[in-house]
């Protein structure tokens, strides 16, 4: 192996990396087997209606879902992963956030590491790259999977405005930060942002005997922009006085002994919405080197060096983050904040925690340069070792969200075994073409309809209104009169009931015994096939049809006229359709 090849064998790995996800999704593209439990059950649904709709950019109009809701309610069209829906087919436009996704993380990881180390950054640079590759892979909610991965940038920015000499030098990266929130996301990250800024600003102020100007006007700047990009969500926030399900939901009642627990657990392993695979390299890696450098500042006699160690600090941040996890789950100290901030009760500060993504990564970051510092062959090579194995980690263990890995194991399933898995791929979950050879033989004309057995958000991705659906805001008006369509299955479905009463975002008709008849199996055959609800309540939503994935054995006793059972080639669903 040439010298020169040894040199980039950074831009090699994660060259082939890329390069292995890309030939994958582009190879099967709709035949990828995308994680459906809150993602294709959920916001692809959500596009795709309101593309069919065209309402992306209307106003004042309601969305063909739960009998009519406000299309704010629903994604801005001036966030840049929404912006690929409006202008993409659904499955392109999925593969196309993803791709940008990880092409923001890996830019602005980059950039951001280019700023801090400055002329040191070509020492450092394999590190950075293989880091910033591993960081930008990590397995997300995708909806939000550039909001995720565009934290450093906004870091960045705030950077460059802090050590800007002039007006003139601020002026381009004050325009950055306003227009930052287009690759952000207010509920997810931005209110964190701001609320760091805000700690930023006093920190500075004591650190430097001045007051931040510049740190605190970035705050008005980028609240400006949140409040501009993302101006449905602020009109539904403050601008109405309509009650929602956000206040009646049960956000857990821990003691605090548990809340320290599930702060821990989400210290070792990061719930699924922001599943970074830090636990099996990272956590260990980082723990090891803590041990090892605060037992040199103590040996040397700089113990007070502990408290400003870079990476000390970084560590402070996740251990903070996760305790306001853990807290959010502590009736008294939820309560205290909803007390001090009334507009968001309900809403979850907990999401602190999904900052450590980044953080993971950071410290991973200073921990081996510490290694590369020290000058020596071997620590080098280690860290580099380190390093490969985070990345690989990120690739090619399975997590929730895990979309290459799922994809290769049951692609490869298939060829092995002969056979389909149980789970079903992106174009058999929506199953357009099923779905068309139904509303055609209805002569369907927007009638309401219902699911039994499958996701709401099948109907909605193939533009048939739905009395049902999922979403985690919409009026509590609307849930109290849900629950009086599904109270009757209630006794013998005590889980689901509880489910539904104690957060109330999954708005469907659920089964006669607990079982989940909801859950996206390629075969879909529950022990009771009875529909127990109250056909009144679902008749006066102007409910028309119900979609179920198998024949409902009580349909003539509830009044439900079978209107036909259709099947498809490209399609692992029987669908029988009732008339109420």
Known sequence: MSHKTCKNWYLYLTGTLLLIQAAVFLVFRGESYFQIHDNLDLFMGHYEMLKKAGIWFAHGVDAPIMHGISRDLFGSEFNLYNLFYICLPGVWAYLAGYAAKIAIGMISFILLAKDFYKEKYEN?????????????????????????????????????????????????????????????????????????????VIILWVKDKKFPKSTFASIVILSLGYVLFEYRLFGQMLGTDTVTIRTTMDHGDLSFGQAMVTAFNEFVNASFHSEDSHTYIVLGVVLIALVVINASHIKAGKAKEILTDPVNLVMFWIIFNVLIFGLYQFAPFRHLFEMLVPPLTGFEFARTAYFNTFLWYAELLLVCIRMYDLGKKNFKLLANVIVTLAVLVVMFVPQVYNDFYYTCYNQAYKVIKQKETSTVNYNEFYSVELFEKIKEDIDYKGEWSATFG???????????????????????????????????????????????????ARVNLISADDENTYAPLRVMDPVDKRLLANMDELKSLECKYIFARFEISNASEIGLKLVGTYMDASSPYTIYLYQL
């Open 454 to 504: 499958m996701h709401p958000a099948i109907l909605n991705y193939n533009g048939i209104a739905s009395v049902d659906g999922y979403l985690g805001m919409y009026a509590q008006e609307y849930k109290d009169k849900w629950t009086k369509v599904i109270e009757p299955a209630f006794p013998g479905s005590p889980s689901l009931a509880s489910y539904f009463v104690g957060w109330g």
């Open 124 to 200: 450092y640079k394999p590190l950075v790259v293989v880091i910033a590759t591993a960081f930008a892979l990590i397995p997300v909610f995708p909806t939000y999977g550039i909001a995720f991965t565009s934290v450093p940038l906004i870091i960045f920015f705030l950077r460059k405005l802090y050590f800007a000499q002039s007006l003139k030098e601020r002026l381009p990266w004050y325009v950055a930060v306003f227009c930052y929130p287009i690759v952000s996301y207010f509920s997810y990250h931005g209110f964190f942002i701001l609320s760091y800024m805000v700690v930023a």
